[in-house]
């Protein structure tokens, strides 16, 4: 598949602010029915990914669990004050507070098979398509399905022919 990312990366993608609230952002995912965010800054440079993991991590069993005893090492067997939980609360944390930073991103012009490649060794279901830093797409499983299915002759040919 020596076809370039530009041809199968999604360009109208759901971005996040860094201070949007977790509660706003796991709205929007919803609603959109994605399963992750790029965050980005005003001017569109990419600063991390928000995934649905990410999201859920904080929600776990294991991690309420630490959270709890944190907080009760933290209070010393005292009360501690409502206002003080509100501003702990999980919704409360914004986007940067539990995004991924470390993101796996590609240029425009990388073929696709580099970006299946990247994928299966990092481990990650989309790759961020970047410009001088700046988001410009998405390449997700689901877009290189879609291109595997329009162009199942670009798939033959680079089995047949992978250099």
């Not at 709205?27 to 569109?44: F, L, T, Y």
Request: glycine fraction near 4%; charged fraction near 30%; avoid cysteine.
């Amino acid at each position: 598949m020596s076809v370039p990312a530009k041809l199968a990366m999604t360009v109208d993608v759901l971005t996040v602010g860094p201070e949007e609230s977790v509660s706003k952002v796991a709205r929007k995912m919803s609603e959109k029915r994605v399963s992750a965010v790029p965050v980005v800054d005003e001017d569109g440079r990419l600063l991390g990914i928000l995934s649905e993991g990410d999201l859920m991590r904080h929600y776990s069993a294991d991690h309420q669990s630490k959270r709890a005893k944190f907080l009760d090492q933290l209070s010393e067997g005292q009360k501690l004050s409502k206002e003080f939980l509100d501003t702990i609360r999980l919704d409360m944390l914004s986007a940067k507070d539990l995004m991924s930073k470390s993101v796996i991103s590609a240029t425009p012009d990388t073929p696709l098979s580099a970006i299946v490649d990247l994928m299966l060794k990092h481990k990650v279901k989309r790759v961020a398509i970047v410009t001088d830093g700046k988001l410009v797409g998405l390449v997700s499983r689901a877009d290189l399905m879609r291109r595997i299915v329009e162009s199942p002759d670009d798939v033959l040919d680079y089995i047949v022919n992978p250099n």
